[in-house]
Every structure is written in C-alpha cells, then in structure tokens.
Nanobody, 123 residues
Framework: EVQLVDSGGGLVQAGGSLRLSCVVSGFADDDEYAIGWLRRTPGQEPEGISCIMSTDNRTVYANSVKGRFTLSRDNAGNTVYLQMNNLKPEDTAIYYC???????????????WGKGTVVTVSS
C-alpha cells in the first residue's frame, strides 16, 4: 500500500524559507509515478504546486512558485523535498504530498495523499 508521510511545515516570516519532506513507501519497483505537492487554502480547491517523476528528475512548477520553490528527491528515491524560499503570505496553506501512477508529471497526481503539513507565512 502506498503511504506518503509529509512534514516540515511551520511558521515563518515573509522572505524566509522552509523545507518540506515526504517519505514515500509502497510503490513497486517498476512503478512509474509522479509525486509532488499540492496546497489548499480555506474555501479553495487544492492547487498543484510542483511534481517530479519517479524515473528521472523532471519537474513541473506552478507559476506562482517558479523561481522560489525547488522540488527534489534523495538518491534512494524514498524521500522528496520541497525547498521553499522567499516565502510570501499568500503561500500560507496546508501543503500535501501527493502522487499518482502516471508517465507524465502533471497536475493530476492526486491518487495518494499525505496528511498535510501547515505552512504559515506572516507579513
């Protein structure tokens, strides 16, 4: 069974940085999947932030975070990270690690979810 355990959220002042982590387990060795991060604010549907493919280091970023956030994966492939720099108050949200079996890194990686980690950016 696929399990995603996300962590790393917290309270930070605007302009600061946080790094989110997602520990991944349960995928078969030959599975191809996209994994990354979604975020949700009150009254809004989850927004795709970034994803990376299991097979390589191809990444996709939402325009709202390009140049500020970086998604990466460790060498073992069992942890993905979202480095968030130059945080803005509008980045405040619950951030979810999410994944899906797919051959494309896109915004539809919503089959598996972590529990979410709260990021609060103060002004």
């Amino acid at each position: 069974e696929v399990q995603l355990v996300d962590s790393g959220g917290g309270l930070v002042q605007a302009g600061g940085s946080l790094r989110l982590s997602c520990v991944v387990s349960g995928f078969a060795d030959d599975d191809e999947y996209a994994i990354g991060w979604l975020r949700r604010t009150p009254g809004q549907e989850p927004e795709g932030i970034s994803c990376i493919m299991s097979t390589d280091n191809r990444t996709v970023y939402a325009n709202s975070v390009k140049g500020r956030f970086t998604l990466s994966r460790d060498n073992a492939g069992n942890t993905v990270y979202l480095q968030m720099n130059n945080l803005k108050p509008e980045d405040t949200a619950i951030y979810y690690c999410a994944a899906a079996i797919t051959t494309d890194c896109n915004g539809n990686y919503r089959d598996y979810w972590g529990k979410g980690t709260v990021v609060t950016v103060s002004s």
